[in-house]
């Protein structure tokens, strides 16, 4: 396995792979990594000759400094993760390899509806920030694939639209959430819960499965009301929002039309970390 700094180091790496006709899986993180990340890894492995992972904590899609400063490191654990996967290259840039002095972005990137609802609407400028890294390591690293988690639902859906509007030539593969025995989503923010808080975030899920019984018999505002008592139940836990959603568009639905995938999607703050999840209705 091959632990890459800069992109002058991988280019004769991709290279030689791209000549002997080899397909690179890639898979980008900012690293703290779990089994959620993993399973990203194995399908690439198993799916791709060649398996390219990148840990970069991107600083462009923090709209809160704070959470940037306290966003768990830990790139020799996460090394040894990855070699157990059988990763074949790590890419861990610095700051400056990705956004080098004199760096432009190329342009605004206006993902319309898709960034103005839920994460869009609670983080502004966040989905921005990834489409531009993401841009960024696909262009370095121009993967065949390129492997995303659920869990983040709406980035998926943004880097798909992504994909489609600026014609990258890979092919953007969504991979289901992994989850812990309690149900919480895996997640490197999980790692920054007291132990009370952890312990409170599995009521997170609970309400989404509970969502996803009850919708059917039900109207949708009253389920909601449901889910929402469910995880504040204590006081300790705050929903930010909790939506269903057309799962392709994210177009916010109040009723559903009988003919569209839905997706329950919600925030939750948990003391001061915000946590995230969903599922498919
Ligand atoms: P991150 O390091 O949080 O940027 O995540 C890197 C990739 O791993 C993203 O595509 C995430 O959606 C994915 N991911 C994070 N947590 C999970 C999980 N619990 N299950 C599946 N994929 C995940």
Request: charge should be neutral; proline fraction near 5%; hydrophobic fraction near 40%.
């Amino acid at each position: 396995m091959d632990i890459i700094e800069k992109i002058a180091d991988l280019q004769p790496i991709l290279k030689d792979f791209l000549d002997r006709g080899l397909k690179i899986g890639f898979v980008p993180t900012m690293g703290a990594l779990h089994q959620g990340h993993i399973s990203l890894v194995e399908k690439a492995k198993k799916e791709n000759q060649k398996v390219v992972v990148s840990i970069f904590v991107n600083p462009t899609q923090f709209n809160n400094p704070d959470d940037l400063k306290k966003y768990p490191r830990m790139p020799e654990t996460d090394f040894k993760l990855l070699e157990r996967a059988e990763t074949d290259v790590i890419f861990f840039p610095d700051e400056n390899e990705i956004y080098p002095p004199g760096y432009q972005k190329a342009e605004e990137f206006n993902f319309g509806n898709l960034e103005k609802v839920m994460e869009g609407k609670f983080r502004p400028g966040h989905f921005k920030g990834v489409a531009e890294v993401v841009s960024r390591l696909f262009e370095i690293v121009t993967p065949h694939r390129a492997y995303f988690g659920e869990k983040d639902f709406q980035q998926l859906a943004v880097i798909r639209e992504l994909v489609r509007t600026k014609n990258f030539p890979v092919e953007i593969i969504g991979c289901p959430t992994i989850r812990e025995a309690d149900g919480l989503a895996m997640s490197s923010r999980n790692l920054l819960l007291s132990a009370e808080m952890r312990k409170e975030a599995a009521k997170i899920s609970k309400a989404l499965f509970h969502f996803r019984e009850q919708w059917k018999s039900k109207p949708l505002a009253e389920v909601k009301k449901e889910a929402i008592s469910m995880i504040e139940s204590s006081g300790k836990l705050r929903v930010e929002y909790i939506e269903v959603a057309d799962a392709k568009t994210l177009e916010l639905l109040d009723v559903w039309n009988g003919s569209i995938t839905q997706r329950c999607l919600t925030a939750v703050q948990a003391g001061n970390i915000r946590l995230i999840d969903n599922v498919q209705l």
